[in-house]
Structures are given as C-alpha cells and as structure tokens.
C-alpha cells in the first residue's frame, strides 16, 4: 500500500515553499520558490499576488514530481502564512486590483495616525482585537487600496471586491474560486476582527471604512475549507488546516497549554505563549492574539505575542553590508574566538524599537566601540543583540501572565546556532528546547491538517511524535548575567527617542 502525507504550504515573505511530512512527522522532501520583492518608493513593500500564486503551484508541482507522489498519496493541504499582507482582487474575474501591501510597508502610517490619534478610539481598538493600533495590521491597507485605486472603492461597495490575508488568496485560488475564507489566526491579525465575539466587528469596519461584502468567512484553524481544483494542480486534494506562520509554529512546537510558549529566530523574532482560553489583556506593550487549535478544541484559545523587527536580518547586514562574514554558519565560531564582547552592545533597530519598546524613531547603534575592537567582537555583539531582546520580550510576557516561563522552545535560522542559544538560556535562566526539526512553522500546519482528516488521531499523538535535538540549561554566574543586562539596558536607554 503506497505511503501517505500531508503536504504543508509554506507562503512565506520571500519564498514559497511545498513540504511534504509523513505519518511520523517527518519532513521527508521540500520544494521552494522565491519571488520578487517589490519597493516601488521607500518604506513601501509590495508584492505580486500572481507572482505569490504561481511560485506556490510551482513548489507544490515540483515537490509531488520530484518525489514521484501520486494524488491518492496525499491525504491533505495545510497552508501558513506571511501575515497581515493585504491582497484585494475581483470576484467575477480572480485578477487582483493593485499589488499586495505587505505586513513589513509603513505607507499607511498616517492613516492611522488620522484615526486612532485618540486615546479613546485605540483604546477601544485594543478592547477588541488585541492589538495596539499600527500600519504593520491590515486594517489600514484594505482602506489605502481602496482609496488609491481607480474604482476599487465603487466595485467594494457593489459587492464585486474580495479581501484576503494570503491565506485567503491562496484558499480561493486553489479551489479555483469556490472558497473565500480565512482562518481565526489570520483574522486576529487584520485590526478588524473582535477576538472575544468571534466576528468581524461593525464599528471597526465603519471606522477603517471597509465593506462588510469583502471579507472572508472565518473558520477554525483545522477544518475543511475546499478541495483544490485549480488546473495548475492535482484536484480533489482537500485543505484540511490553515494558520498565520507564528501561530502555526506555536501549534507545531506542540504548544497546546496554558505557560507553554515558542520563539521563532527568523527574519525578526517573534515570542507566542499560549494562555489558554483566557485572552490576557497586556499591559506590557505585547499583542493579545488567538492561537491555533486542533479539531477537538472546546472554545477559542489565545496567546500573547511580542516582535522583535530585526534579527535575522542583522546576521545578513554584517554579511551583506558590513561584510564581516561570508556566511551565517561563520557567526558562531567568530563569537567563540573572544571571551566576551569587550563591552560592545549593538541594538539594530533599523526600523525602529518593536514590542515592547514600540518607538518607531529609533535607530540602530553600535555603542562601546574602542581601537581594540575587533571583527569578532562586533560580530559576538550582534548575536547577544537578539538574546537581548527575546529576554525583554519574556520578562514582559511572564509579567503579564503572572508566571514564569518553565522552558522556551525556539525554532527559525538563527536557532541552529549553539553559542546564540546557550547565550539565551543564560540570559533567561530557562532551559532552551530546540527540536530536530525546526521546520515548526510548515509542520504546524501539517498537523491541523492531518488531525482534521484523522491522519493523526490527537495533539496527544504529536507530543510523542516530538524529539527534541538539543536543549540548553542556563550556566551563567548571575554576576555576569546581571552586569550583561544592565549594559543592555544602558544602550537601549541611549537608543530609545521617547
């Protein structure tokens, strides 16, 4: 009898990627095709939503031909993606009406500067999403397409527009148009969505100025949302299981109770810990979000979430500008190399301080820099850099949950790194758990995939599947760990503009 999997579509920022696991949840092969990055003027980020599209059906061809697997092989779709990217097309002809404003693009800043200048209007904004009011969320795109497209506003209010999060895109053009909806974890991520009713809200929508015609149905994360039946692909092929990358992660990383949580090392840094069925209002600048949960699940599950904007990206800056390192892989031995950093702190706020600073003036800094400052130095510093800041957002965290964190699970790039993760787990005096796959994200949605269709009986069964690869306890003299963080804090004050 011919082995069956799941197959994950991992819709990232830069790449698409086809995944396949099998019953063990093993990552038996993967497929990946970039596409183009779009900066039509600064701070703006674009992409093509055809060009999301056709390298995600090239990636899924190329992985079942690759590996020779039949359409009776796969038992199921599950689909992650970038977040809060905003696409809007036509319904009667599929073709989108303006390139999509990815989640990284600032142009809608001042809009909501506009509206939600008052303390009243964000406050009741983050009453109901969740969320601190920014342009990261999609609110505030859906209405800058609107608005800035010839006739996009007249053809919303007739009914004719769709909006999707690239979920939503990818859902209603695998199933060649039968199906418009989202999961819960993209919708908490748009500003337009109430997180304790479960709905699309009414007054946010009046106040984005958005058609309540152009949003998506919302349905738990591990659920059926149609068969493909786009040509591109094998049709028939049922999407069992759809989540937004971080949440997606966090449901891989078998993060199913309240305390357990999950660090990404990716582009940025992003914490989730999963609080159960309370949503926990923060009071430390971090986002209330919903979390993803399997088919069995009795109500809505909720995590807070904290983003670091630049981490992975800073390792590509010393390559790629600095020129420090030919490669990511030479970080860690050039940070062995020296003893400590030689009083060198680096806070790469290229784009500002994210969670839970939240100063979008800031700027990145190299302080304690002397002649006897070397490569290594910098270099070892830039790697402390992200192990300070996942140690802010944690602290923030575990003061809003009223508890501290047993042990953090880490996946993305940057978790491969044994110096980085060693650094880390001194710094928050908590075992690290880094397990053999780290592809979470992709496996996340593999698994409310399978487990809708019964390809894995339970959450139970995924926990025993997991084999942690490393985990890393803290050996730091407090001491130490004391003197690094108020050097840290030192730099950040030095930073920060407000």
């Known amino acids: 009898m011919p082995k069956k999997y799941v197959v994950a579509l991992d819709q990232g920022t830069t790449s698409s990627r086809a995944i396949l696991f099998d019953r063990a949840g093993k990552l038996v092969d993967m497929a990946q095709h970039p596409f183009e990055q779009l900066y039509p003027q600064p701070g703006w980020v674009e992409h093509n939503p055809q060009d999301i599209l056709s390298s995600q059906l090239a990636a899924l061809t190329e992985l079942l031909v690759s590996r020779d697997v039949g359409p009776g092989q796969i038992d199921s779709i599950g689909i992650t993606n970038q977040r809060e990217t905003t696409v809007v097309w036509d319904r009667e002809t599929g073709v989108p009406v303006s390139n999509a404003i990815v989640w990284q693009c600032r142009r809608t800043a001042p809009i909501i500067e506009e509206l939600c200048s008052d303390p009243e209007v964000a406050a009741r904004i983050t009453a109901k999403t969740g969320l601190l009011p920014d342009a990261y969320f999609s609110a505030s795109k859906i209405k800058w397409i609107l608005d800035n497209t010839p006739g996009a506003r007249a053809a919303a209010e007739a009914g004719r527009l769709a909006f999707g999060t690239v979920d939503s895109w990818l859902v209603w053009s695998l199933t060649y148009g039968k199906v418009h909806a989202t999961d819960v974890t993209n919708a908490s991520r748009t500003m337009l969505y109430d997180i304790h009713e479960g709905r699309w809200d009414p007054w946010l929508l009046d106040l984005f100025d958005v058609p309540a015609s152009m949003l998506p149905e919302v349905r738990p994360s591990s659920s059926y949302f149609g068969e493909t039946a786009h040509p591109g692909v094998v049709g028939g092929i049922p999407i069992a299981g759809v989540a937004g990358d971080q949440q997606s992660a966090l449901f891989g990383q078998c993060c199913y109770a309240a305390g357990e949580a999950k660090n990404t090392y990716g582009t940025g840094c992003f914490l989730l810990m999963h609080t159960g069925n309370e949503a926990c209002a923060s009071k430390n600048n971090l986002v209330t979000t919903i979390a993803a949960s399997g088919p069995d699940a009795a109500s809505t599950e909720y995590a807070l979430e904290g983003s670091v904007f630049v981490a992975g990206a800073l390792v590509q800056w010393l390559r790629d500008e600095l020129g420090l390192i030919d490669s990511a892989e030479e970080t860690e031995q050039l940070a062995r190399s020296v003893a400590d950093t030689g009083g060198v702190y680096v806070v790469p706020a290229f784009t500002g301080l994210g969670a839970p600073y939240w100063d979008a003036e800031a700027r990145g800094a190299i302080y304690g820099l002397t002649r006897g400052t070397s490569k290594a130095h910098v270099v070892r510093a830039a790697l402390e850099s992200l192990a300070f800041q996942v140690h802010d957002l944690v602290s923030a965290m575990e003061a809003d949950a009223g508890k501290r964190m ?53 959450t139970g069964e995924l926990c025993d599947m997991r084999a942690e690869d490393t985990t890393f306890h803290p050996d730091m003299p407090s001491k130490t760990r004391d003197a690094l963080l108020a050097g840290w804090q030192k730099a950040i004050g030095r930073t920060r503009t407000a």
């Open 406 to 458: 047993r042990v953090l699970n880490v996946d993305g790039g940057a978790s491969a790194n044994d110096f980085l993760m060693q650094f880390q787990s001194d710094l928050l005096q908590t075992p690290l758990a880094r397990p053999h796959n780290t592809e979470t994200t992709a496996l996340g949605a593999a698994y409310l995939a399978g487990l809708r269709t019964g390809f894995w009986k339970s």
